[in-house]
Each structure stands twice: as C-alpha cells, then as structure tokens.
C-alpha cells in the first residue's frame, strides 16, 4: 500500500531565482521543480527554453511576476552547434533525418554566410514551435501532420562569432555564439545557416549563456537547490529590482509613496524617462528604500505603471527580517 502523499504547505515568496535550466526539462517542468523545492504560491518564468537547451532561466516568484514581461522582452545569447551536412523534421537532433548533402564549403564561404546572417534579419517560424496559430500551437499542426502558412518575422541578430568549425571528417559542424533580439528561433538560424552554405544542417546542442543582464556564471542549478535547506534556497533569490536594470530610480517621501501605492501621480522637478523604478523609505530604521513599483516620467509628473500591493510589500519586509 502506497504511503498518502504530503500536502505542501504554500507560502508568498517574492523574488527572482536565476536557474541554470538542464537538459531534457521543458521550462515548465524545471519551474514547477522549483516552485514546489521553495514551496512557493506563484512563480513564472521569462521566456521558454526547449528540453534540449539548457542554460539562464530566471525564474520570478510572487510580485516579481509582475515585471517578467522586461526579461521576456530582453536580448538573448546563446552557444550553439550545427551539425553540417544533415537536415532534420525539427531542425534539431530529435527530428527525423530528411535530407543528407555533402559539405563542400570553405571557411571564407562560412564566414561571408555568418556576416549575410548578422543584423535585421527575416525569419520564418518554424512548425515545431509554441507560436500559435488560431489558439493552437504550430507544433501541435506538426504532430497531426500538417503544415500552417506562418508570416516572416523580422529579428535582429546583433553579433554571430564562428568559436570553432570542422568542415571535413564525418561530422563537420559549426559552434557559435548568437546575441539576438527576443523572438528568434536559434534552430532556424542554423537550418538557414547550413541551407545558405549548400549543405542543410541542424542543431544538436543549444544551451543560452546570458538573457538581459544576467548570465549563466550567476545561476543555481536544480541539483544545487535540492542540496541546500530551505532557509538556504531563499537566500539565493534575487531582489525584485534585479529586473529593473537600466530604469531610472526615483525615490519618494513617506507620504508621496503611500499615495503613490493607491495609484495617484505625483509631481517633480524629474525629467522625462520611459522607465522608472519609484523607491519609498523603509519603515524599519538604517534599511534601504523598498521598491515600490514602476512608472514613466512626463512633463514632471510620475504615472505609476505596475505597482506592488501594501500586501506585497509587507510580506518581502517580513521574510527579510
């Protein structure tokens, strides 16, 4: 007889946990891992990594949810190979093999195909993804064995370095280092790759080294986690204004903060700014300002944008003390 299961007793947690995301988890799968290690009420992640990716997924618990939208919209830099030679289904090493050529390119022709792939570039979608289509996902069209027209989209590869290639034996492949604008399909990249050198090719590892300002040197991975006690992995969380990178910090006055929370402008002599991070004094005596919300600065009022609740706020001063 199977022994009655534990209920886990939730809890608000409020901050960012920064994963080293492994192999064979859909982004899903490892939030929910951590969620439940951290018995936390609500968590989401930034951005979907497939299975065969690993690398940088922040993770955002409680009110940090409420600024995940600036990662998911954040640069991305990923460490890839493409296996030269080889076209897949999936355009991954999970798909089945659809068409074999010989690789007959020359470094100085990779390298021209790298440059003629860097910039504002136009893809499209692959099938095997999660954009929908009519509110169904186009890998599940794939899976039923048919093919939706998709719209090219346009992206923006802003660096593609060439950290090792082979071009003869019997796995010629190219390793690269993609920083690029959100929404690009690195497995397209490398199928448009391998198509523009005359040879088709595929991905068979991707793993994303940096998304916005954070990078893989800085992240726990889900064994590391499940190694510490609890009062050990809520450490490791990162503060909310860790998502705020590259706003414009504003700090208020006791009394301009409390209105501010109840969602009223307040004047200043600030300057224009799209993105503001508003702080307010600490009630507890020698702490830092506590981040109150986000806001954009117009003609000197600030307009307050996403905000934490007094609940919110209440609760992070609690698991701080």
């Known amino acids: 007889m199977n022994a009655p299961r534990t209920r886990v007793q939730r809890r608000p947690v409020h901050g960012v946990l920064l994963l080293d995301k492994p192999l064979g988890l859909s982004s899903n799968q490892a939030l929910q891992k951590v ?4 018995h936390a009420e609500k968590a989401g992640h930034t951005g979907t990594l497939d299975p065969l990716a690993s690398g940088v997924l922040p993770i ?3 009110a940090a949810t409420k600024f995940s939208q600036l990662q998911l919209d954040a640069d991305k830099t990923y460490e890839t190979t493409v296996r030269l ?4 289904r999936t355009a991954d090493a999970e798909g089945e093999v659809i068409a074999t050529r010989p690789v007959r390119c020359t470094p100085q022709q990779v390298v021209e195909v790298l440059r003629r792939h860097t910039g504002p570039i136009r893809q499209l979608p692959p099938m095997h993804s999660a954009l929908k289509k009519d509110g169904k996902a ?3 069209y794939a899976r039923e064995g048919t093919v939706v027209e998709r719209e090219p989209r346009e992206v923006v590869i802003h660096a593609l370095e060439l950290l090792e290639l082979q071009l003869q034996g019997p796995s010629p492949f190219l390793r690269l280092r993609v920083h690029c604008s959100k929404g690009t399909y690195i497995r397209t990249l490398g199928e448009d790759i391998g198509e523009a050198l005359g040879c088709g090719g595929h991905l068979t590892a991707l793993r994303r080294v940096a998304t916005g300002p954070f990078e893989a040197g800085q992240c726990v991975t889900l064994a590391q986690l499940e190694a510490m006690d609890e009062p050990a992995r809520l450490r490791v969380l990162q503060p909310l204004s860790v998502l705020l990178h590259g706003h414009t910090p504003v700090t208020l006055s006791a009394d301009d903060a409390g209105r501010f929370l109840s969602g009223m402008r307040r004047r200043g002599s600030w300057p224009d700014a799209d993105r503001v991070a508003v702080y307010g004094p600490d009630p507890r005596a020698g702490y830092p300002p506590i981040l109150l919300g986000t806001a954009t600065i117009r003609a000197g009022e600030l307009i307050p944008a ?4 007094p609940t919110e706020i209440r609760e992070i001063l609690e698991n701080q003390a």
């Open 85 to 88: 030679g080889i076209q897949t």
């Open 35 to 38: 969620k439940w290690l951290l």
């Open 138 to 140: 186009l890998y599940e």
């Open 306 to 309: 996403r905000l934490l609740s």
């Open 60 to 62: 955002c618990f409680g």
